[in-house]
């Protein structure tokens, strides 16, 4: 099926907002005061949950918690569990980027502990598409509210139907692991695609743009891989392996072949095999099950006493000749190679695997990926020391997998032993990403870098003294108990170190009184945990740093072109060989909203836009620009796709830029020999966000030069692509820069009551005198600028502020001259306010189909909906969702006048500015059939798509009808997504129409939902 294209420069289509861009972090090195930010109680003044960390991304609360009283969620004491945790995201929800509970759904049945709290796993969703990894949990004592953590996403992208199929996306990973895992592919199994709203920052804690995705797993033999598919343009966004490296007992042994599970030797109560690993397993698997029953009550890894299925002596397929040294959880069992399943501290890792997936869900991938396999670590060393059957004396005391023939692969209590890293700031510590199966990844450092959770378990245990501090040990008891509490009840799937740090600390709080466990103890756990540096900030750089000035000591920049791309692409053409051009898009800008989009698609292609004009390069000529980018690569060095800089002076001759580069990110990589531009130095890999490239053009002073961006694919496997903003060329003139006003520091949220703030700041030391500031700030995730003069020079300020999370800055005013920004913060406040008017409001006219994109601004709370109230040959007002874009095909020939108001729970806004636009009454005659019509289903959503017809006059809408279990017809600009439907069969087919009449309908197609 052809499909269309993706935001054309002829047709801009505006759609779907991205992560916000990084905030400072909140989390302290110690813990907070007492006088910490709070998420106050509505109903019990001087009551609510402490703020204990926010993400370092979006400035939303990620963990908040209490030692007194809580939230009261009056009337509800004899609500259910999940009903209470509704609530209370109805009524506190924005601190965690939620509106109300139509945000989230049950992510599995409320637990309630051997403390008598209760326990809800809440995922968020948008039209009941699921974010990946956006979970939340909600503690409950009762009717109050004690704790809620997890990690959310803010302002969830609003195009949610696929332009690709769940077949088009099952392909799109068959190629993916044929590609990058040859060797695995042979009998792989590929499940059922489901929609996603994808933002790998909420894996990584990276800047990255959000989009719907469809989520594969590939299976298999010694595979099992995570995949995300984009489904708009087919590309792969991320994949990894979740391969972790299970009283009933059952043993297969492969005998040294390769297919899984092999023949079963042994049985709950079996006798033994006489086959040395198969018994091994067996007795082993038991010892762990009964550690997980006896201290923790768990029955079995899912709770709910799944049967313990292990295989032994099994071969890898990639190297059926050579023993597995190795051993994993592959979802369902526990695989051991020859004599890997002779070590207790082996089976219980990999069972400990099996527990991680059925309570915290830990993703196997970076900082995630490193807490799953710490606490595989930690229990696998606990059930070794409980069993006490080898040698824990010593230096062998500590090391892992010491029983195998092997020997110990990690040291916990002295982790730089074996090269892993002791706290974070060690030289060890593991920075490369995994991204495209980087066969040096480690998945971001799973294995690596969990050495620093690994030794903050052996310091509780034994003590020690270490980075300047001196702990006094707990024992094995009680940092067992609190660790569990921490994974089972607190860890969501993708959480960080910095989330692991205070689940510990809260699980310890959670625990006095109890196994013995006091506040003292909690005091070194606290300790521990600060020696080995789990709070602080994630010490990987990701993206290139921009260059530091524009310009050399004593040059001051002076623009020749500057373009945002926020009017549009009208400096720019496009041209390609294949598949989509460049366009526009406002899903990841840099600044403001709009930026330029490569895609990095699945077939060869070579993509360019170029500017339309030439600019003469002035003397101390430089050129600079904002781009982030992921392109497929494999490894360190094989580059598939990439993405170069070019320019020409006559405008049919061009020439590679990346020689001019003199600042900033620069070409990394040669292209492989497969890609239109191979052999070539480029950008490839990922820039881990956006980056900054600068050339020095003095070589091309005086001549007439245009630059275009270029995009190379091969033939198989997409990515992202490449984004490109504020492109600018300049001259630095000689002499000192012009003395002007600078930013103030140090700005932070002294206090919140109600929707009063009052913030404090360090005026600035140097520049021009102030003589007043502006207070800016922006709605999450856009961060959209409106200014709040603050009247003197006071570096103190009480404003009244809206509901809904920001981000907030202060520059210095002096005169008509205005600095940077201050240092940025969040700021979040629950009292309901009428949003301020939307800003900015753009109108495009296409035939009949209107598109509409405007600013959302700071001054009121954060809008819930909006109403576009349109006057002209029509008079009406129409609702149109909480997004900053809409479009609608179908228009009736008139001139209209349109303006935008917000609306939320405190009311609406004034309006916003108008547009007006015309659209034709001409038409040639009604539309030919659609083609290409396919209906599918995902679960209980029908989906339905079609290109309009290849030939004659355009449709300007479209007509579904339906019978079978439902008998109607309905119009649609586009494509369609249903709401979750009634189980049933729908016959379903679609006709164009535009208002010259309609066309014939397609064929019948029939869904059926179970």
Same mark, same amino acid.
């Given at each position: 099926m052809a499909r269309l294209p993706i935001r054309s420069l002829a047709a801009i289509t505006l759609a779907a907002a991205g992560l916000a861009t990084g905030v400072p972090a909140l989390l302290g090195q110690e813990p907070q005061s007492p006088a910490a930010p709070s998420i106050q109680s509505l109903s019990e003044p001087g009551e609510g949950l402490a703020i204990q960390a926010r993400s370092p991304q979006t400035g939303l609360v990620t963990f908040a918690s209490t030692r007194s009283q809580g939230v009261l969620l009056r009337g509800m004491a004899a609500a259910p569990a999940e009903e209470r945790a509704m609530a209370f995201v109805d009524q506190y929800g924005t601190a965690f980027g939620l509106a109300t509970r139509a945000n989230v759904r049950a992510l599995r049945a409320p637990q309630r502990d051997a403390l008598g709290l209760e326990h809800v796993r809440l995922q968020q969703v948008a039209d009941g598409i699921p974010v990946t990894a956006g979970d939340l949990i909600v503690h409950l004592r009762g009717d109050r509210v004690v704790a809620v953590n997890g990690h959310t996403l803010p302002d969830p992208m609003p195009v949610l139907i696929p332009d690709l199929t769940p077949g088009g996306a099952q392909e799109a990973a068959r190629v993916l692991i044929e590609k990058h895992k040859a060797d695995l592919a042979p009998g792989a199994t590929y499940g059922e695609p489901r929609l996603e709203i994808f933002n790998r920052g909420m894996i990584d804690e990276g800047t990255h743009p959000t989009r719907l995705a469809w989520f594969v797993e590939a299976t298999g033999e010694g595979l099992r891989e995570y995949i995300w598919v984009d489904a708009r343009t087919g590309g792969v966004l991320l994949n990894f392996s979740q391969l972790a490296d299970a009283k009933s007992r059952t043993v297969y042994d492969v005998a040294m072949g390769t297919t899984l599970p092999g023949t079963l030797v042994r049985s709950e109560g079996?006798?033994?095999?006489?086959?040395?690993?198969?018994?091994?397993?067996?007795?082993?698997?038991?010892?762990?099950?009964?550690?997980?029953?006896?201290?923790?009550?768990?029955?079995?890894?899912?709770?709910?006493?799944a049967g313990l299925m292990s295989s032994v002596r099994y071969r890898h397929p990639s190297q059926p000749g050579v023993p597995y040294q190795n051993a994993f959880w592959n979802g369902t069992q526990m695989v051991y190679g020859e004599g890997f399943a002779a070590a207790d501290d082996v089976v219980a890792h990999e069972l400990t695997h099996a527990v991680t997936e059925y309570s915290a869900n830990l993703f196997y991938y970076y900082q995630s990926g490193a807490l799953n396999e710490s606490f595989s670590d930690i229990f696998g060393q606990t059930v070794d020391f409980v069993r006490g059957a080898g040698d824990d004396t010593g230096i062998a005391r500590w090391r892992l997998a010491e029983d195998l023939?092997?020997?110990?692969?990690?040291?916990?209590?002295?982790?730089?032993?074996?090269?892993?890293?002791?706290?974070?700031?060690?030289?060890?510590?593991?920075?490369?990403?995994?991204?495209?199966?980087?066969?040096?990844?480690?998945?971001?450092?799973?294995?690596?870098?969990?050495?620093?959770p690994n030794h903050a378990f052996a310091l509780m245990v034994d003590g020690g003294t270490y980075n300047g501090r001196t702990i006094t040990g707990i024992g094995l008891a009680k940092a067992g108990l609190i660790q569990y509490r921490a994974l089972t009840t607190y860890l969501t799937s993708g959480s960080t170190f910095a989330d692991n740090s205070t689940a510990v600390n809260q699980s310890c709080t959670d625990l006095v009184g109890t196994g013995g466990i006091t506040a003292g103890?909690?005091?070194?756990?606290?300790?521990?945990?600060?020696?080995?540096?789990?709070?602080?900030?994630?010490?990987?750089?990701?993206?290139?740093?921009?260059?530091?000035?524009?310009?050399?000591?004593?040059?001051?920049?002076?623009?020749?072109?500057?373009?945002?791309?926020?009017?549009?692409?009208?400096?720019?053409?496009?041209?390609?060989?294949?598949?989509?051009?460049?366009?526009?898009?406002?899903?990841?800008?840099?600044?403001?909203?709009?930026?330029?989009?490569?895609?990095?698609?699945?077939?060869?292609?070579?993509?360019?836009?170029?500017?339309?004009?030439?600019?003469?390069?002035?003397?101390?000529?430089?050129?600079?620009?904002?781009?982030?980018?992921?392109?497929?690569? @494999?490894?360190?060095?094989?580059?598939?796709?990439?993405?170069?800089?070019?320019?020409?002076?006559?405008?049919?001759?061009?020439?590679?830029?990346?020689?001019?580069?003199?600042?900033?990110?620069?070409?990394?990589?040669?292209?492989?020999?497969?890609?239109?531009?191979?052999?070539?130095?480029?950008?490839?890999?990922?820039?881990?966000?956006?980056?900054?490239t600068r050339l020095n053009l003095a070589s091309l002073a005086g001549q007439s030069v245009r630059f275009r961006f270029r995009v190379g694919t091969d033939p198989s496997v997409g990515s992202l692509g490449w984004l490109v903003d504020n492109v600018s060329i300049y001259s630095c003139g000689g002499g000192p820069p012009p003395t002007t006003a600078q930013p103030p520091t140090g700005l932070f949220v002294s206090s919140v009551a109600g929707n009063v703030v009052t913030i404090r700041f360090t005026p600035p030391v140097a520049g021009l005198p102030p003589t007043g500031y502006e207070l800016r700030g922006g709605i999450a995730p856009s961060r959209v600028d409106a200014a709040l003069p603050i009247p003197?020079?006071?570096?103190?300020?009480?404003?009244?502020?809206?509901?809904?999370?920001?981000?907030?800055?202060?520059?210095?005013?002096?005169?008509?001259?205005?600095?940077?920004?201050?240092?940025?913060?969040?700021?979040?406040?629950?009292?309901?306010?009428?949003?301020?008017?939307?800003?900015?409001?753009?109108?495009?006219?296409?035939?009949?189909?209107?598109?509409?994109?405007?600013?959302?601004?700071?001054?009121?709370?954060?809008?819930?909906?909006?109403?576009?109230?349109?006057?002209?040959?029509?008079?009406?007002?129409?609702?149109?969702?909480?997004?900053?874009?809409?479009?609608?095909?179908?228009?009736?020939?008139?001139?209209?006048?349109?303006?935008?108001?917000?609306?939320?729970?405190?009311?609406?806004?004034?309006?916003?500015?108008?547009?007006?636009?015309?659209?034709?009454?001409?038409?040639?005659?009604?539309?030919?059939?659609?083609?290409?019509?396919?209906?599918?289903?995902?679960?209980?959503?029908?989906?339905?798509?079609?290109?309009?017809? @290849?030939?004659?006059?355009?449709?300007?809408?479209?007509?579904?009808?339906?019978?079978?279990?439902?008998?109607? @017809?309905?119009?649609?600009?586009?494509?369609?997504? @249903?709401s979750p439907v009634a189980p049933g069969t729908y016959n379903v087919s679609v006709v164009a129409s535009n208002p010259c009449g309609s066309s014939a309908a397609t064929a019948v197609q029939s869904v059926t939902v179970p």
């Open positions: 079996g006798p033994a095999t006489g086959i040395v690993d198969a018994d091994q397993a067996y007795d082993l698997a038991g010892a762990t099950y009964d550690y997980f029953f006896s201290t923790h009550g768990r029955d079995s890894y899912d709770d709910a006493g023939s092997i020997g110990a692969i990690r040291d916990m209590m002295t982790p730089t032993t074996f090269g892993d890293p002791g706290k974070l700031s060690d030289p060890q510590f593991f920075c490369v990403s995994n991204g495209w199966t980087n066969p040096s990844g480690d998945s971001g450092g799973v294995h690596i870098n969990s050495g620093v103890d909690c005091s070194q756990v606290a300790s521990a945990i600060l020696a080995v540096e789990m709070a602080s900030p994630w010490p990987c750089t990701g993206a290139t740093p921009p260059p530091a000035t524009f310009c050399p000591a004593g040059g001051a920049p002076v623009p020749a072109f500057s373009d945002g791309f926020e009017s549009g692409g009208a400096n720019w053409n496009v041209s390609t060989t294949s598949g989509t051009n460049w366009g526009l898009g406002n899903f990841f800008a840099r600044s403001g909203d709009i930026s330029a989009y490569g895609e990095d698609t699945s077939a060869i292609a070579d993509r360019r836009i170029a500017m339309t004009n030439p600019v003469v390069i002035p003397a101390a000529g430089r050129m600079y620009f904002d781009h982030a980018f992921e392109f497929e690569h @494999s490894g360190a060095t094989t580059f598939y796709d990439g993405g170069v800089l070019e320019y020409s002076t006559n405008g049919t001759t061009w020439i590679d830029a990346g020689s001019l580069i003199d600042g900033g990110h620069a070409y990394a990589g040669t292209l492989d020999g497969g890609n239109v531009l191979g052999a070539r130095s480029a950008f490839v890999r990922s820039s881990f966000g956006y980056t900054g003197g020079t006071s570096p103190i300020y009480t404003f009244v502020a809206p509901s809904g999370s920001f981000f907030i800055r202060v520059h210095t005013v002096s005169g008509a001259s205005s600095s940077g920004p201050s240092n940025e913060v969040p700021l979040v406040v629950n009292v309901p306010l009428a949003p301020s008017a939307p800003a900015n409001l753009l109108g495009l006219a296409n035939g009949s189909s209107l598109t509409l994109a405007w600013r959302n601004t700071f001054g009121g709370g954060a809008p819930a909906s909006h109403v576009l109230d349109v006057t002209g040959s029509i008079v009406t007002s129409l609702p149109i969702g909480p997004g900053n874009s809409f479009s609608f095909n179908g228009v009736p020939a008139g001139t209209y006048t349109l303006s935008l108001r917000a609306t939320n729970a405190g009311g609406a806004s004034p309006s916003s500015n108008s547009v007006t636009l015309t659209f034709p009454s001409a038409c040639t005659g009604a539309p030919g059939t659609p083609e290409n019509f396919l209906a599918y289903k995902v679960g209980n959503t029908v989906f339905v798509v079609w290109d309009p017809a @290849s030939t004659g006059p355009a449709p300007t809408g479209f007509v579904l009808n339906v019978t079978g279990s439902f008998v109607g @017809s309905f119009g649609t600009p586009a494509r369609a997504m @249903s």
